[in-house]
T-cell receptor, first 114, second 113 residues
Framework: DQQVKQNSPSLSVQEGRISILNCDYT??????FLWYKKYPAEGPTFLIS?????DKNEDGRFTVFLNKSAKHLSLHIVPSQPGDSAVYFC?????????????FGKGTKLSVKP | DGGITQSPKYLFRKEGQNVTLSCEQN?????MYWYRQDPGQGLRLIYY???????QKGDIAEGYSVSREKKESFPLTVTSAQKNPTAFYLC????????????FGDGTRLSIL
């Protein structure tokens, strides 16, 4: 059973517009959430994270929103750039589980068109 | 520069052979991880190690083995018991604290000849 779900396998956005990537989770014990960006044939690169005690975290063009009641988080990229085209993975961790172990979603492939 | 080095980048294995994937980190991280990625799938945890000389099975450990004799090294052996070994393998590390993100190497793609 998937504990972290990214229901959109792909997303296409025009350059300069907002990209919104969504992630849902089922385990209420998750208390730390991360977004990773991955290019083909490379390892994922950490992008941004959020603790469950917050509902928003911002870093430059990237903002992550957390809605604990809905068990939903989203990553906003504004403005989107062609270099943002990659696969984005949502991941979650439970402090009650094995320390540091992440549960990953299946990823959303973002294409930003010039 | 500090980072995680995985080698080789591409690896081919004959049926029935064991093969070992290398992972080295110079970040002084306590914890290290091995993941497998298949097309259209997320990353699935194979094995992890929180400290030297100790490691635990992840979600898909069958057909794999690891060792952690040194803090900076966490090699993964794909044994002949792994029936579907073709995949992209990723190694990661973090300081061991829950609030720290994992850092990943660039992966090894394993294919069966």
């Amino acid at each position: 059973d998937q504990q972290v779900k990214q229901n959109s396998p792909s997303l296409s956005v025009q350059e300069g517009r907002i990209s919104i990537l969504n992630c849902d989770y089922t385990n209420s014990m998750f208390d730390y959430f991360l977004w990773y960006k991955k290019y083909p044939a490379e390892g994922p690169t950490f992008l941004i994270s959020i603790s469950s005690i917050k509902d928003k975290n911002e870093d430059g063009r990237f903002t992550v929103f957390l809605n604990k009641s809905a068990k939903h988080l989203s990553l906003h990229i504004v403005p989107s750039q062609p270099g943002d085209s990659a696969v984005y993975f949502c991941a979650a961790r439970s402090s009650g589980g094995s320390q540091g172990n992440l549960i990953f979603g299946k990823g959303t492939k973002l294409s930003v068109k010039p | 520069d500090g980072g995680i080095t995985q080698s080789p980048k591409y690896l081919f294995r004959k049926e029935g052979q064991n093969v070992t994937l290398s992972c080295e980190q110079n970040l002084n991280h306590d914890a290290m991880y091995w993941y497998r990625q298949d097309p259209g799938q997320g990353l699935r945890l194979i094995y992890y190690s929180q400290i030297v000389n100790d490691f635990q099975k992840g979600d898909i450990a069958e057909g794999y083995s690891v060792s952690r004799e040194k803090k900076e090294s966490f090699p993964l052996t794909v044994t002949s018991a792994q029936k579907n070994p073709t995949a992209f393998y990723l190694c990661a590390s973090n300081p061991g604290r829950v609030s720290q993100p994992q850092h990943f190497g660039d992966g090894t793609r394993l294919s069966i000849l």
